[in-house]
């Protein structure tokens, strides 16, 4: 019987400490802005989408690399 008084101790000691602990810690912080979802553009040649920091624009329009930037905006059928 003692040893199961204090097992008993032992593990109300140890949940006071856990909730003492989580309420005492400090609060999470919120989530950044870079945390959140990035705003994406679609290339005006291959029509990906991609991050508006990532994509390169010109006249108006967003290309996903150097390359196709200097391609221009497709012109075929879609």
């Known amino acids: 019987m003692g ?3 204090l097992l008993f101790w032992i593990a109300i000691i140890f ?5 003492w602990r989580r309420f005492i810690s400090k609060p999470k912080r919120p989530r950044t802005r870079e945390d959140a979802a990035a705003p ?8 990906v ?10 006249d108006q329009r967003w290309y996903c690399s150097q390359a196709h930037l200097e391609q221009g905006p ?3 059928d879609r």
């Not at 994406?40 to 029509?47: D, E, N, Y």
């Open 3 to 5: 040893l199961f008084r």
């Open 15 to 19: 949940a006071a400490i856990w909730i």
């Open 40 to 47: 994406m553009v679609r290339c005006a040649h291959c029509g």
């Open 49 to 58: 989408h991609v991050p508006r920091s990532q994509a390169l624009s010109q």
């Open 74 to 76: 497709h012109s075929g």
